[in-house]
């Protein structure tokens, strides 16, 4: 029974975590898809919390699956087969913190300084100068070609 617990609980952490990925992806600013910066704001609160639902569920299964096998690995009356703490548990358990950290983040990262205003910078264009090499000071025109592209300009 426990198993098939352990079974639900990580198949609707994958879920969570793949409806989570969605919206995550619908409430970046970065995206257009999603409508107004406060609409995808709340939108980007609602991935972080199915992020934070979903490591909350592996972090339970794994947890559940680990008591169980420390319970029958201590228990001297348990004559079946006895199984030990895998890497696959610790893999779990690290995949359920940085899914809950990543959520938390997620939903924190969303707070925006409000009384600041948000300042934009527009683009002058790069402003021409002309170097001492390429000036020409005499005002007459010359024919001969301009000396200053030797082999050195281009270094």
């Known amino acids: 029974g426990y198993i098939q617990a352990c079974r639900g609980l990580m ?3 994958i879920c969570l975590g ?3 990925a969605i919206f995550g992806l619908v409430g970046m600013k970065c995206t257009k898809v999603g409508g107004s910066d406060q609409t995808k704001a709340k939108i980007a609160c609602l991935a972080g919390l199915i992020f934070i639902l979903s490591g909350l569920c592996s972090m339970t299964s794994c947890s559940l699956y680990a ?7 201590f228990d001297p009356s348990f004559v079946a087969q006895k199984y030990e703490l895998g890497a696959a548990l610790f893999i779990g358990w690290a995949g359920a913190s940085l899914c809950i950290i990543g959520g938390s983040i997620f939903c924190f990262s969303i707070a925006e300084n409000s009384n600041s205003a948000r300042r934009g910078y527009a683009y002058n264009g790069a402003a021409s100068v002309m170097s ?3 000036k020409v000071h005499n005002s007459v025109p010359d024919k001969t070609p301009p ?3 030797d082999k050195n300009a281009y270094v």
Do not use: P, Y
């Not at 008591?67 to 690995?73: A, G, L, P, Q, Y």
């Open 18 to 20: 793949f409806f989570g």
């Open 132 to 134: 001492s090499r390429t």
């Open 11 to 13: 198949i609707s952490a």
């Open 67 to 73: 008591n169980r096998i420390t319970s029958e690995f």
């Open 147 to 149: 000396k200053h592209f």
